[in-house]
């Protein structure tokens, strides 16, 4: 009876031992493999941040073609600086910038006509309250030379502490800047 | 009785549209709007081009460069739009050494606020951006043909950058009641 037990058992386990070690193989394959498509997905992150990309930067002024207030994907492409977004496009050739300056900025979250008619149809002088509620942003501005000597200069807003990144990533494809991106930005002025 | 009605109907029509056309035809008065475009003498100057100088602050007073730098956009865009001149050439273009009758503006900060857009939108009568600048305009032999004090300002709506802009409307307007359009 024992014996039967025991054979019982060893047919019981047996099978099972099979097919749990069938599970584990997959299951270590798709391990791995999401491993890889992590360490994969990475890098390409990582390539992506080389180039900088800002979706949603907001031209000031400067840039020629393209209207104020106008957000768009600021990147390093190659040796210029693209502005683009859908089919508007703007380049400034890295090789022409003389200068980069960023400073930290706040900005109005009800703001242009819009905000401002919210504000004033708030009764009870409601509207006042709304200009309270503001956001962090960085502004950078980039003065270049375009091909006949003559000076530019572009402004453009970000949100807060990517106008560093920005400029650090200029800086390492080849622009001049006279105050190096590590430093603070804050009081950044011609020296 | 219906008569006297609607000649008082028709009277209060008129009188509301008297005052409509009163408050569209009169000039703005509020600081940061448009300045009159109404020439109050002839213009003296003529010049088929003109180059603009980057904006140059004493060392003593500090404006942050993104204030310098949409200064100096915004008055050549605004210069280019009075149609005074040709050509209008940026600070160091050298296609502007070829020409014989060139201008040249020069824009010498006074003073500079930068002003708080929140504490306008909240109290109303505090955080006004203001900015005056020297506008200084010269010819070929160095001979001063403008020089004047033009203060941009905003005082109520919009961010604090927008001081910029109606600066260079206002530095724009000097230039178009100085100088002449081309061939006349």
Redesign the interface.
């Known amino acids: 009876m024992n014996n039967r037990r025991a054979q019982m058992q060893n047919n019981f386990e047996g099978p099972d031992r099979v097919s749990s070690r069938g599970w584990r193989r997959p299951a270590i394959l798709v391990a791995v493999a999401a491993v890889a498509l992590g360490a994969a997905a990475t890098r390409v992150r990582a390539q992506q941040a080389q180039v900088m990309p800002q979706p949603n930067v907001e031209h ?3 840039l020629e073609g393209i209207k104020p207030g106008y957000k768009a994907a600021l990147t390093v492409q190659g040796n210029e600086l693209v502005f683009a977004w859908d089919r508007t496009k703007a380049t400034i050739p890295i090789a022409s910038i003389l200068d980069i ?1 960023t ?1 930290d900025d ?3 979250i009800f ?1 242009g006509s819009v905000g ?1 008619a919210m ?1 004033a149809g708030v009764p009870y002088g409601g ?6 509620f ?1 956001q962090a942003t960085q ?1 950078m ?1 980039v ?1 270049y ?2 091909s ?8 453009f807003i970000f949100t807060k502490g990517k106008a560093t990144e920005a400029k650090k990533a200029l800086v390492a494809a080849g622009a001049h800047a006279s105050i190096p991106p590590e430093e603070p930005a804050k009081e ?3 020296p | 009785m219906r008569d006297r009605n609607r000649m008082k109907i028709s009277m209060l029509l008129a009188a509301a549209g008297a005052v409509l056309a009163g408050a569209l035809v009169a000039p703005p008065t509020s600081a940061g709007q448009a300045p009159p475009t109404v020439l109050t003498k002839t213009p003296e100057f003529s010049a088929s081009a003109i180059i603009i100088e ?1 904006t140059e602050p004493p060392k003593d007073l ?1 404006i ?3 204030f ?3 200064t ?3 008055v050549i865009n605004e210069v280019t739009k009075t149609g005074r001149f040709k050509q209008v ?7 502007a050494n070829d020409v014989p009758d060139l201008v040249t503006m020069r824009l010498l900060p006074v003073t500079f606020t930068k002003g708080s ?2 504490a ?4 109303t009568v505090k955080g006004w951006s203001e900015l005056k600048i020297k506008v200084v305009i010269t010819d070929r032999s160095g001979k001063t043909l403008v020089d004047q004090e033009v203060q941009g300002n905003v005082r109520f ?1 919009g ?1 604090n ?1 927008e001081v910029t802009k109606d600066f260079a409307k206002k530095a724009a307007m000097v230039v178009y009641q100085n100088f002449r359009a081309p061939g006349h």
């Open positions: 000031v002024i400067g300056f400073s706040t900005q109005q703001r401002s504000k509207g006042r309250v709304m200009s309270l503001t502004v501005t003065e030379r375009d006949n000597g003559g000076f530019h200069g572009a402004v950044e002025k011609k | 980057r500090a942050p460069e993104d310098r730098v949409a100096y956009e915004n050439f940026r600070s160091g273009d050298h296609r857009e929140t306008r939108g909240t109290t709506y961010e950058i």
